[in-house]
């Protein structure tokens, strides 16, 4: 019993290490989200992450992604696809600062081709 208990206590600290940070993407643009992915800030590592399994429509829609801030951080590259094929960029997305993310401020400005969002 007294070793299960020392384990336990053991694996508190690492759990308390671990930070969870979660992003809302609000979709105000007027077109739907259909890929997203991001990396940490400046290397070129995107991930894909799954949102909600469907678009995430524009008008309003949203969905909800998590974030491990061991696993790169809090500054992220944030790369969105839209059904267009217009690509946003946000470059050094603070995740621990902001817990939403919309799109419609970026997507009045943005062109045809791959657009770099510079601030959030």
Known sequence: MRTVI??????????????TYY?????????SIVSFAAAP??????RNIVLSGRP?????????????KADGG??????LTFAD????????????KFSS??????WRA???YPVVASKP
């Open 6 to 19: 020392l384990l336990l206590l053991a694996a508190v600290p690492a759990a308390a290490n671990a930070q």
């Open 23 to 31: 992003l809302d993407i609000i979709n105000t643009a007027p077109n």
């Open 101 to 106: 993310y919309h799109t419609g401020r970026y």
């Open 41 to 46: 800030a400046g290397t070129q590592q995107f």
């Open 85 to 96: 094929d217009r690509v946003l960029l946000q470059k050094a997305f603070n995740i621990c």
């Open 110 to 112: 943005m062109p045809k």
């Open 56 to 68: 995430v429509y524009g008008g309003g829609d949203s969905a909800t992604v998590s974030f491990d």
């Open 74 to 79: 809090c500054l992220r590259d944030l790369r």
